[in-house]
């Protein structure tokens, strides 16, 4: 959309909906909330979405992506329904969605809504946090198992990561997105 060519394969280790749509598509338009919230629910644990367009008018197009609100990866040919990249996945309807797996394998077809927060929930855990504090002491406790680094990024066994905490030289830096715990010098 900004004159500056991707590729698919860029966004290789991650999980991806390629999505193939256009502005002058209703039920595509009628869709767009769903992706919305499935992205923004879904995007911290490494999953995009890589929009493939059918517009041939690249105005109605990026007015389109405004309005709806997508703020992720956006490419057209500009070739409305000869886009080169329906017709190498065989797309014959719109809205087509697309899903691929980390290791770039197709897991599912036209998933919509909540079937595709399902599938995406099968394949990537959603990491979330409860943050609690009682008496100097917090307490964080995530929905999925976290890996404890040091500065370094070497992964730390629990010995390792229990004796620096119990040292009180370091502190700990979580990140959910990455589903790590690093352990930084105080």
């Not at 109605?60 to 996945?89: C, F, M, P």
């Not at 919509?112 to 964080?140: C, F, H, Y």
């Not at 198992?145 to 070497?154: A, S, Y």
Request: with cysteine; glycine share 6%.
């Amino acid at each position: 959309q900004n004159g500056i060519e991707k590729k698919l394969s860029d966004l290789h280790g991650k999980v991806v909906v390629l999505g193939v749509w256009a502005s002058w598509c209703m039920p595509c338009r009628q869709e767009n909330p769903n992706l919305v919230t499935t992205y923004n629910k879904f995007k911290a644990n490494g999953f995009e979405i890589f929009a493939v367009s059918l517009d041939d008018n690249k105005e109605n197009w990026l007015k389109a992506i405004q309005k709806d609100g997508l703020t992720w990866e956006h490419v057209s040919d500009l070739k409305g329904r000869n886009n080169k990249a329906s017709l190498i996945y065989r797309v014959n309807t719109i809205p087509e969605n697309i899903l691929i797996d980390r290791n770039g394998l197709i897991v599912g077809r036209n998933l919509r809504g909540g079937d595709l927060n399902k599938k995406l929930a099968e394949i990537m855990p959603v990491s979330t946090a409860d943050i609690m504090k009682e008496n100097n002491v917090t307490t964080i406790r995530t929905s999925v198992p976290m890996i404890w680094k040091d500065e370094n990024g070497k992964v730390l066994s629990d010995a390792e990561s229990k004796k620096m905490l119990e040292s009180r030289d370091y502190y700990p830096s979580v990140d959910t997105s990455k589903n790590t715990i690093t352990l930084k010098k105080k």
